[in-house]
């Protein structure tokens, strides 16, 4: 069997019917039991399942408890597992999907197509695809049903600050164990389905876009079931491999406790498999058959120059991006936890003295100017906001953060840090057999906002403020309290 492409989903041709049975297959499944792990219901649930969520009350008798316990609410979150896992999930879904739509009548060979959001040259990009907003519920498959008081979609785009690439821009995959920096995949860990450290791409664009589009899409516990999860998740997948390609020393990790371990599924005719990350990292051979990316080469470019061509200078490392081997040293933070409402917060940080011969402090107040960029040098450090311990119930929009933001009342994006956006906030906090409930911990690299700062004669380390402002108002019963904010400086 040939590879696949998956292809940009704004870039499908005239005529093309990709999505015409892509939308065929996901009614069909929709008719299927849930017990069934062919069905939409049952492929839904691997991701996330609670039972007395409105969107799952439609759905009829559920698998048994040890069914659910070996296939259900397996995504990997917060974890080195995070990318290997969904890659997983896409490729035997896919092929359910495609064995559903030759059932159908329909050709085969079907491939899931990618929502390329970040696609800078597409003014359209950050929208939903057409295919899946038109019409209505009742008459489009793609469309997500709303479920009770929750809508199907809060919004049919998201935001371009939500959607940007700086992940790209990491070099390490694995995250280091205090969760500073996060790494591009994620922190080494066990089996992880609500985990603490979201690494650089889980938190920015995936779980971003996850909060953006909202209604299902906002929790993992039903996001599956919304028909735009997986065109998502195919993007995050693709980025996976344009990372790699960067090359600068990006490479995966070569652990055998990562490369070893395995995770169980059903194949398109309903029969048990399990897969080990090993067997994933080539696509062209993930399932036997393997797929590409549409534009993204199956292996990172050959020469330098290949290299360059591909990659984008943006995300080139400089030299102050390499690892020094020194762990990072808290500089500041709060001492106290704090709550957040359904207005306007601010926090001051306090600033913490080092034991370390060339701390923190000195490092912090020395060493900013010139973080990234072409004056870096191997000496440089980075700044990084940690929100540490994040507890919750419901689910809360995103808050957007800003550093030392001159007035609180108007925003600016020179002081704007990133945001948090608490997707699966409220399983972290659940203490069960799968984790500790300690919550959710955000790492932002503010390095550029600081040296910014600091050039302007806008920085005053002795005054470390941290503003969070709601992007909605927060649904009655929604409550976020931070652990700790803290500022790391490697």
Known sequence: ??????????????????????????????????????????????????????????????????QQTEYWKQCQHGSWYFLPWHRMYLAYFEQIVAKTIVDLGGPPGWSLPFWNYSDTSNPNATKLPPAFIAGTAASNPLQMPAAGQYPGRRHNFVEHKDVTLAALRTLVFQGAPTGVPPGFGGPVTGFSHSGKTHGDLEHLPHDMVHVDIGGAMGDPRTAGLDPIFWLHHANIDRLWQVWLNLGHSRHNPVDTAWLNFAFDFHDATGTPKALKVAEVLDTTKVLGHGYSYQGVPTSPPAT??????????????????????????????????????????????????????TGSLHRFNTALPGLVGATATANTSHVYLNFENITGKGVPPAYDVYLNLPDENRPDDAHFAGALPFFGVEAASSKDSQHNGSGQHYVFDVSDIVSTLKENSQWDPQHLKVHLQPRETPEPGCTIEIGRISLYVK
């Open 304 to 357: 330098a120059a290949a290299e360059t061509m591909f990659a984008n200078k943006l995300f080139a490392a400089a030299p102050g991006d390499l690892d020094d081997g020194m762990p990072p040293e808290v500089a500041a933070a709060t001492d106290t936890s704090l709550t957040l409402d359904r207005s306007n917060t601010t926090t001051s940080l306090q600033l913490i003295s080092s034991g370390r011969k």
């Open 1 to 66: 069997m040939p590879t696949r492409e998956r292809k940009d989903v704004y870039k499908l041709p005239a005529g093309d019917n990709t999505l015409e049975w892509y939308g065929k297959a996901v009614a069909k499944m929709r008719t299927r039991p849930a017990t069934d792990p062919t069905s939409w219901s049952y492929q839904a649930g691997i991701h996330g399942f609670q039972k007395e969520n409105p969107y799952w009350a439609h759905v009829g008798p559920v698998p048994s408890p040890g």
